[in-house]
């Protein structure tokens, strides 16, 4: 998680502060299990739900900065087997369809008729099978960074570049393979994963798996940074500096730990986050072939606007995802479906990326 904007960076970009993060709530939800979730504004503010990416991630408070505190009232879950949802980390009856059922439970819950959905990554998908399989009780979309769930994507994540991610390709707990090989891979991380504790070499599996996902997020900002500076936009190049060296530093910091002995807290979060991570890429989402493209038509269909906020460096789920699916709602509803292309990466905390998802949660233009 990145730290937030400095005030002053803030409000040139039209962010607000963050606001205090509250102690969570639960509910429960089918096959014996609990949902945390936080809700923060007034009961009487426009409901968003927000979505977290991973699968396995969890909330974070980085994610209220795009709401207005006075006007939204938002509400932000764990989803299955994450966060501080219980059981955590569990894998059993844990699905795509029992997500969605999962956050209608909380939508009843809450007394809620209707409500908005921002979602980041992982997070993209879930929205995207929660709107069309309840269409009615959805105003608009905001959704961050597409997630295809393609095999290709999938081994963009998991396959380590062998300069960047040096580190873990030569790493021995680390599994390679090539694209035909990415089943096997994701059947044994499954495995070593699923285990009733983190081992050791569990531990340096996770270890390597964040260090991935640290390097792929360093390589879009960077990207990011290099392009704002050839715009000659000293304001956004220099909260994109300051957000990609405190990145850098925590990397370096994973990168020293690799090897080191003993479980730390960091790891066993991974490892709960990891197992749910693996469990839902091994099988695809556990989606069929098509299932997106259906569910963009079905929000087409019922009239439900949505705004596709993807960086244009997104070194994780290629911008061409929302690219194709702005363009498959244009072909059946023009107008309903807007596109933004923000200077940024793949997370939502980057200083381009959060001004534009706070615009388009304002139902504004956005330039690219």
Known sequence: MLKPLPPRTARLLGCSPTPAWPEPAWVSTARNSLMAYRRLGPATGEPWLVLHGGPGGGCQPDLLQVFQPGRHQVILPDQRGAGLSRPRGRSAGNHTDQLVADLECL???????????????????????????????????????????????????????????????????????????????????????????????????????????????????????VHAASLREPLLASSIRRSWAQLRRKRRQAEAGLNRPGIRSADRRGWQKFRIQSHYLRHKGFLRPGDLDRAVGTLARHGLPSDWVHGQFDAVCPPGNSRQWVGQSQALQPGLARAHWPVAGHLAGEPAMRAALRRAVKNQPVMA
């Open 107 to 225: 939508r009843l819950e809450l007394g809620i008729e209707r409500w908005s959905l921002l979602a980041g990554s992982w997070g993209t998908v879930l929205a995207l099978c929660y709107a069309a399989r309840y269409p009615q009780r959805v105003a608009r979309l905001v959704l961050r960074g597409a997630f295809g769930l393609c095999l290709a994507e999938i081994r963009g994540l998991l396959h380590p570049h062998p300069i960047r991610e040096r580190a873990v390709a030569h790493h021995s707990d680390w599994p390679c393979a090539p694209l035909s090989g990415m089943p096997r891979v994701l059947a044994k991380m499954e495995q070593v994963l699923q285990v009733g504790a983190p081992r050791a070499a569990t531990v340096r599996l996770i270890r390597c798996w964040n260090l991935l996902e640290q390097g792929a997020a360093l390589h879009g900002m960077w990207r990011s940074l």
